[in-house]
């Protein structure tokens, strides 16, 4: 679980939190305005109106004449018609706050998670940040949109109808004033309750969308496996434990809303019986009374409506820590100011500014221990790559082979020393000119959805049409592309799920070949191609790596024996490095694990 995420977010409603909203609502404070006034008119006409009321009683009602009706009528429809007016107005406003102001945290949250480093990603599961990106985000803004636009017309009708109650009759206007502090304490005491059960909601609903989403992509090996049932049962304890955390804050609510519907209620019934006395002595007019009535039970709904939004808005607060605790993830690797300045960043680079890569590189005294780790990978270790060399790493799995290619990428960083690319700290360079140098073909290749000639264009943007297709006729990637249907233009479906293994693995081959980079690294890239496939590019991964300094993961040990160089790995640690026949002659470890695989392998051909 990521450390963002073990957070119990337990902190009290603060203001401070409240103002990490500020950069992306100040671009819209116009808005913001526009939402204000119109709600400010909405609001003092609803004041207003309760006084039609009161002056057609007095007038026309108990003066028993229709005198003066037209122009009365005629005014009472312009209030009607600028009140609907105002609230399209704000409508509008408050649609265009929840629109944009959700667009741009989900771009920044977005474009954040392009600077985290690859550390973040392997210990933190999609579904978590699908909950911040998508479900907290909208949440806010909606939130903010709306619910402040309730707050906003409620605040402005209580303050005017307490203000016309008061010209009204003081005296009764003091009995409904009397509920504000009671609605105040009533608040202080739910608030803190109902936030920490709904902080616990927004937790648990982001663990089910990481289930969701395990359960979605993991289908199929869930069903080879036939733990549907155990997938079920998990999934059922997590939206139990939701339900059971959600049910304790509607409780809470419950319990909270109708005391303020009480208070209201209870207020209104004096109104009605102090002011019936209040008439039957004449020192009250009806016609106030009447509009006195109207303004008690008025004030009722927007009342319990800030009550019932404020404690949203107190569970809101869980979404933007959530959010901002996201925003506040740095990233592990990171360019200094003074690179950023001259070469620019991953969004602004500098390419002008780039030095051509040769291709030469150094450990010098490095030692590395993972983040998360307690002993040293690496202690001291110095190794010289000349530019065009090849490497070959080899080990048995989980022996530790990605480090090394690791830290040549700066995927991480050295612990302590140096990692130098042509005779500089690489430090001292950005990650994106190192990055763009570096053509890179993994196990298990990534596709993004889209055809295959988008997919290999993604090795260089600015590619024709005629450069892709030869980019894969150099791997036999055209040949993927002559199998379906729609040729290049085929849609290879999410992930790439529309093709093989070994497919993807020729289209990704494809992809670092367009991108001509002057580094290549190859982890264990030929493992999920057929023998027939993996022989159609050997010759052509031969050629690929002529004067470019390469990283071979490799697993088949009968693929890296034209090598420079073996790095032989065990434990985490670097036990014997040479050629292929001089490791032999050693006869070590490297000369065990060459000569049991070749039997194996043997025995597999007997057998076949």
Known sequence: MPAFDEQDYTKSFQWGIWKRLMPVMRPYRRDFAGMFAFNLITAAIDVVLPLFQRYAISNYIEAGTLSGLLPYTLCYFGVILLQALSVVAFARN??????????????????????????????????????????????????????????????????????????????LALVVIVIVPVIAVLTGYFQNRILHWNRRVRKLNSRITGAFNEGITGAKTSKTLGIEEQNTA?????????????????????????LVLFCSTAAVAIVLLRGGYMVQEQVLQIATLSAFTTYAVGIFEPIQMTAANIAEFISLQASIERVTGLLDEKPQIADTPEVIARYGDAFHPKRENWEPLRGDIEFRDVTFRYPDGGENVLSHFSLKIPAGTTVAIVG???????????LACRFFEPTSGQILIDGRDYRERSQLWLHSNIGYVLQNPHLFSGTIRENIRYGRLDATDAEVEAAARTVSADQVAA?????????????????????????????????????????????????????????AIDHLLRDRTSFLIAHRLSTIRKADLILVVRDGRIVEQGRHLELLQKGGYYHDLYTRQFAEESAARILK
């Open 94 to 171: 408050s649609m265009k706050i929840e629109m944009c102001a959700g667009r741009d945290m989900r771009a920044n949250l977005f474009t954040h998670l392009q600077t985290l480093s690859f550390s973040f990603y392997n210990v933190t599961p999609v579904g978590y940040l699908l909950s911040r990106v998508m479900s907290d985000t909208s949440r806010i803004a909606s939130m903010v949109a709306w619910n402040l636009t309730d707050i906003l017309w409620a605040m402005f009708y209580v303050l005017g109808t307490f203000a016309a109650m008061l010209l009204l009759n003081w005296k």
């Open 234 to 258: 998990s999934f059922r304890a997590l939206t139990k434990e939701m339900h059971d955390c959600g049910i304790r804050a509607a409780r809470l609510n419950a319990v909270y809303i109708p």
């Open 396 to 406: 048995e799995t989980g022996a530790g082979k990605s480090t090394l290619v690791n």
């Open 483 to 539: 199998k379906l249907e729609k040729g290049w233009d085929s849609d290879v479906g999410e992930g790439g799920d529309r093709l093989s293994t070994g497919e993807k693995q020729l289209i990704s081959f494809a992809r670092a070949v367009l991108a001509d980079p002057r580094i290549f690294v190859l982890d264990e890239a030929t493992s999920s191609i057929d023998t027939q496939t993996e022989q159609l590019i050997q010759n």
